[in-house]
């Protein structure tokens, strides 16, 4: 017999839960299960039957969920309490995970046909690490839940358990989250009610003996160092990548953010194949996240600038941080996450260094760390890199980063690894030397895009500080309904990126009861996006219409004309552009209005009636576009940055289309950090787009080795232009007509870059190998749209099952609801 089955007790208080028989007339239970100062049933396995309790203690908060009731009677004879052997209180200090764990109560999934009550025996391993914010022990089940309606949790009434591991009492079962696909019960610690001195009191007025609780596994001081350091770093990243900053503003109220769990979106992963040989995949590519990712440890993650690949590796440092991985990522738990955006190489010209990475990181309490702390932690493989941003460092420190990584990786070779890029930037085999499987993230279904909707809107409304603009809940619904009406429209909210500007530029169209139409491509979005706080949407409204709107002038102890602030963000965009920064100090920004604009700042001077001292007049202009412009800020670490890169390329085209950069542009289009600006200074340009196309097609015809490239982004930028010469977009689709179709599923995710302009290319099935016929199916499911759709149908009756199968699930995507963690 289970040595704990005899003190395993039914409770009938508030609700039916359970408990443990700590002595003869004493029960331990969830403080949720009784009412305080109440009373309840109780009945145990071998008892004298039901016995009625008071509540002797009682504790509900934010940190205990528990309760002490002592019986008016004994609830076992005395001679079956006096083989009880000695109860042992632990705590659980390291934070490994802990297996062959219990806890064994009465669930509502045990009770028979008749409603009678039976226990059930929880087994699985307790995660110290999940939950750790909240303070509770996670217990996830080694086997499936029992199969009950889906309103009811299948371990509802085990509540008020004992949870034990290594035969001590370890925690109380609180909770039993339902998100988790009933897999885990949350449980108190009972060192938080052994600490409680109400409790010990109760306890011992009612014959029970003081609780002591002791280490199950026991640290030695540098251990318990280690321990310590680590949960406050764990907590540390919980917190810090736990909400998102997304694109658009509320009047007055700053950035927009999201919590990371409203905004987190389970989105679709296709692995990407060899250049030869049958696709790796049975023909359906896509599969959500945690699908995607079981068993892997080393993750290149691929996709298009916008489309989630920084979210999904917050999500991944915030729920390795907790604990909370889904079980699909197990390969992924109990390690330490260190998220590294590599856009920081850019002015430091040099790759992470081991030794100092978290003072590099900007960890606050990195000086605290015990001496080689780090090290010892990826010596016992419990690192988790999260190396984000290959595409957005320098083309020539690319291979510096390169073998940063892969010396890192010989030296702890248990290390996990998950790194972002575009695909342009990095090839999908750049790191399979090292074991690296390379993932494309797939673009938003319609369906996804619909829920990505709902949850903006929702968490706009749920925001106190917005509470004086709120839509209404017709307001998602209506969106919804125009992107539906415009293929255009759909295809670009298709990228979370812009999504969201769609929703935030829908939002303030609503507030204002102004009906503009909604932008048709994506540099007509990104032009709106700058007008977030007034009426219309033109990008120079954005930067003075406001202030006069409300008579705001001087507030800064200047006043800017339009012209001179324009000035401004241009300089500094193309200086970040052209030295690849991605933030600069203050100083740097003081030192590039005063030479990029001295003109102007004299002249300003004169006007204002101030003449002198340039620095301070640039200082007030830098600090006019922090506070009133909406464009600049500064980061936590004090240097100036743009509200996001898409602004700083904005402004950057704009400064080398006025300038006339274009062969600075056409000699840096290989790069990918270029792709945005070489895209919006096409749009830029009124009549010289034709020559900065043709341009960039020839410079691909000189190259082969960046051929693929320059000519797939020729096209992809006929969208951005106001008008094209018939001959050019001729002889730009010409080229792009030659790299169709794609060989294989890797060439395929490339080819996706140069969207729906690549769509009226793709051949039909005649004359196609069966692995072509994949990866056109491929580059249409991850471009999207109706006309995608039309593509998918000339392959519904293909010979190969594996490409019906993929047009299958191609068509799912837009039909079938989201999938969300």
């Not at 987190?264 to 359906?284: K, N, Q, V, Y």
């Not at 074991?435 to 494309?440: E, L, P, Q, T, V």
């Amino acid at each position: 017999m289970n040595p704990h089955r005899s003190r395993v007790v039914a409770v009938f208080g508030e609700q039916q839960g359970s408990g443990y028989l700590l002595g003869p007339r004493l029960v331990l239970t969830a403080g949720h299960v009784v009412r305080a100062y109440g009373f309840a049933d109780v009945i145990v396995y071998g008892g004298v039957g039901k016995v009625h309790c008071k509540v002797a203690w009682r504790r509900k908060d934010a940190d205990c969920d528990a309760a002490l009731l002592a019986a008016s009677a004994d609830i076992v004879p005395l001679d079956v309490a006096a083989e009880f052997a000695p109860l042992s209180w632990g705590e659980l200090i390291r934070l490994d995970t802990q297996e062959n764990c219990q806890a064994i109560g009465f669930p509502l999934a045990q009770r028979d046909e008749q409603g009678n009550l039976d226990s059930e025996q929880l087994t699985g391993r307790v995660k110290p690490g999940s939950a750790i914010l909240v303070g509770r022990y996670v217990l996830e089940s080694s086997g499936p839940p029992p199969q009950i309606p889906a309103s009811t949790s299948p371990w509802a009434g085990m509540s008020g358990a004992g949870l034990f591991c290594q035969g001590a009492l370890i925690g109380v079962v609180a909770t039993a989250p339902t998100h988790w696909s009933h897999g885990r019960v949350e449980a108190v610690p009972v060192r938080v009610i052994a600490d409680d001195l109400t409790f010990q009191r109760a306890l011992a007025r009612h014959g029970g003996t003081e609780v002591t609780v002791t280490a199950v596994d026991e640290l030695s001081d540098p251990e318990r160092a280690d321990r310590d350091f680590e949960v406050g770093y764990r907590r540390y990243v919980a917190n810090r990548f736990g909400k998102i900053e997304t694109l658009g503003h509320a009047p007055d109220r700053g950035r927009i953010i999201w919590p990371l769990d409203t905004a987190f979106l389970a989105l679709e992963l296709a692995a990407t194949t060899h250049h030869h040989g049958r696709p790796a995949t049975d023909g359906a590519p896509g599969k959500r996240i945690h699908a995607a990712l079981e068993g892997h440890t080393r993750i290149l993650l691929q996709g298009a600038a916008g489309c989630g690949k920084t979210t999904l590796m917050q999500w991944l440092a915030v729920r390795s941080s907790q604990g909370d991985l889904p079980r699909e990522l197990d390969a992924l738990q109990g390690r330490v996450p260190f998220v590294i955006p590599l856009r920081t190489l850019t002015s430091s010209q040099h790759a992470p260094r081991l030794e100092h990475l978290l003072e590099e990181l900007d960890y606050p309490a990195a000086g605290s760390q015990p001496h080689q702390w780090l090290p010892r932690l990826l010596e016992q493989g419990r690192g988790l890199l999260l190396v984000d941003g290959i595409d957005e460092v320098h083309h020539d420190l690319r291979p510096r980063v390169r073998s940063w990584l892969e010396g890192l990786i010989d030296l702890y070779p248990t290390t996990a690894v998950v790194v972002t890029s575009r695909p342009s930037a990095v090839p999908y085999d750049w790191l399979a030397g090292y074991g690296f499987s390379a993932f494309s993230v797939l673009p938003m279904s319609p369906a996804d895009v619909d829920t990505f909707i709902d949850r903006w809107f929702t968490a706009w409304q749920e925001n106190d500080h917005w509470s004086a603009w709120r839509p209404s809940h017709s307001a998602a619904i209506a969106l919804r309904s125009a992107l539906g009406a415009h293929r255009s429209l759909m295809e670009m909210a298709a990228s979370p990126r812009l999504c969201a500007l769609i929703c935030a530029l829908w939002l303030l169209q609503q507030h204002f009861d102004a009906q503009p139409p909604l932008p048709l491509d994506p540099l007509q979005l990104h032009r709106a996006t700058f007008d977030m706080t007034a009426r219309r949407t033109a990008i120079e409204l954005r930067l003075r219409s406001r202030d006069v709107q409300r008579g705001l002038r001087n507030t800064e102890g200047v006043e800017l004309d339009l012209k001179l602030q324009l000035d401004v963000l241009q300089a500094l965009a193309i200086w970040m552009l052209f030295n690849g920064a991605a933030e600069l100090t203050k100083d740097r920004v003081v030192q590039i209005i005063k030479q990029d604009c001295q003109a102007q700042l004299i002249e300003l001077a004169a006007r204002q009636g101030s003449p002198g001292n340039l620095s301070l007049l640039a200082e007030q202009v830098l600090r006019h576009l922090l506070v009133r412009a909406g464009t600049l800020y500064m980061t936590t670490a004090g240097s100036i940055a743009f509200e996001h890169s898409t602004f700083r390329d904005y402004f950057a085209a704009k400064a080398i289309v006025d300038r006339g950069h274009f062969g600075f542009l056409v000699n840096h289009a290989h790069d990918p950090q270029y792709t945005d600006v070489v895209h919006m200074a096409v749009g830029h340009c009124r009549t010289d787009a034709d020559q900065l196309l043709l341009g960039l097609a020839e410079r691909g015809d000189r190259e082969p080795e960046h051929r693929t490239w320059l000519h797939l982004l020729t096209t992809a930028s006929l969208q951005y232009a106001e008008q094209v010469d018939p001959a050019i977009r001729a002889q730009v689709l010409r080229r792009t007509k030659a790299l169709i179709p794609p060989p294989d599923d890797a060439a395929a995710d490339v080819l996706a870059e140069a969207g729906s302009a690549v769509l009226d290319l793709l051949p039909g099935p005649d004359g196609l190998t069966a692995t072509e016929a994949q990866a056109v199916v491929l580059t249409a499911c991850k471009i999207g749209g109706p006309t995608a759709a039309a593509v998918l149908e000339r392959f519904e009756t293909h010979p190969d099952p594996a490409v019906r199968k993929r047009v299958r699930w191609g068509h799912s995507r837009i039909t079938s609801s989201s999938t969300l963690l």
